[in-house]
């Protein structure tokens, strides 16, 4: 399974804002950007004239690493989100936030996306009883996502509660953190998207 083995703060640095790939990391002063706050690279800090090819190309870039995806995967989500009814940039963020990996990251489960990711290719989910280690699975309304059962009691777990309970969590979620699980209760709408992404940009690009 193809996927990105960098560092990950350097993505941060050249999208020029906080994608929060790291998790509690990323609100310390060890952060990447706050202590380099210019993109990698020999020219990352002289200034560049911005076309509006760059500006679409940008916006999707970053919608497409915060959700931690190649660029291959990305476009099929696009391409699903074009043949559905609607407007296409919010049904492509509908389904990204209805990855398996993100639905544990917006509760609680992991620090981030990658550490969700994790726990879903470990076997550490599952859904409606079964377990399932594909990250990019799609959760439906009704869906029950909880930890695995033989997965509870290891360390890592141990303080889910109380870690989770700062969380803002997610009005299409229903979350019962003593049980560690989680109900689908609908699809999100763009209200309560919070990834600083303007998908019309992205919309614009695949347009050309």
């Known amino acids: 399974m193809a996927r990105y083995t960098g560092a990950v703060c350097r993505l941060c640095r050249r999208e020029g804002m906080k994608l929060y790939l790291k998790g509690d990391r990323c609100y310390t002063p060890k952060c990447g950007i706050?202590?380099?706050?210019?993109?990698?690279?020999?020219?990352?800090?002289?200034?560049?004239?911005?076309?509006?090819?760059?500006?679409?190309?940008?916006?999707?870039?970053?919608?497409?690493?915060?959700?931690?995806?190649?660029?291959?995967?990305?476009?099929?989500?696009?391409?699903?989100?074009?043949?559905?009814?609607?407007?296409?940039?919010?049904?492509?963020?509908?389904?990204?936030?209805?990855?398996?990996?993100?639905?544990?990251?917006?509760?609680?489960?992991?620090?981030?996306?990658?550490?969700?990711?994790?726990l879903a290719r470990h076997g550490h989910l599952t859904v409606n009883g079964r377990r399932v280690s594909i990250p990019s699975y799609l959760v439906k309304i009704g869906d029950i996502i909880e930890i695995a059962p033989g997965s509870k009691e290891q360390a890592r777990f141990a303080d889910l509660a109380e870690t989770a309970a700062h969380k803002t969590l997610p009005p299409w979620l229903e979350v019962d953190l003593e049980k560690m699980r989680v109900r689908v209760l609908g699809f999100p709408s763009r209200e309560d998207i919070d990834t600083p992404v303007k998908e019309h940009l992205i919309v614009e690009l695949y347009s050309r």
Request: glycine share 10%.
């Open 34 to 118: 706050d202590r380099r706050n210019y993109a990698p690279g020999g020219k990352g800090q002289s200034r560049k004239k911005v076309t509006e090819y760059g500006l679409q190309l940008r916006e999707k870039q970053r919608a497409r690493r915060s959700y931690g995806i190649l660029e291959r995967q990305f476009r099929r989500y696009f391409d699903a989100a074009e043949r559905q009814k609607g407007i296409t940039g919010e049904n492509l963020l509908r389904l990204l936030e209805r990855r398996l990996d993100n639905v544990a990251y917006r509760v609680g489960f992991g620090d981030s996306r990658a550490e969700a990711r994790q």
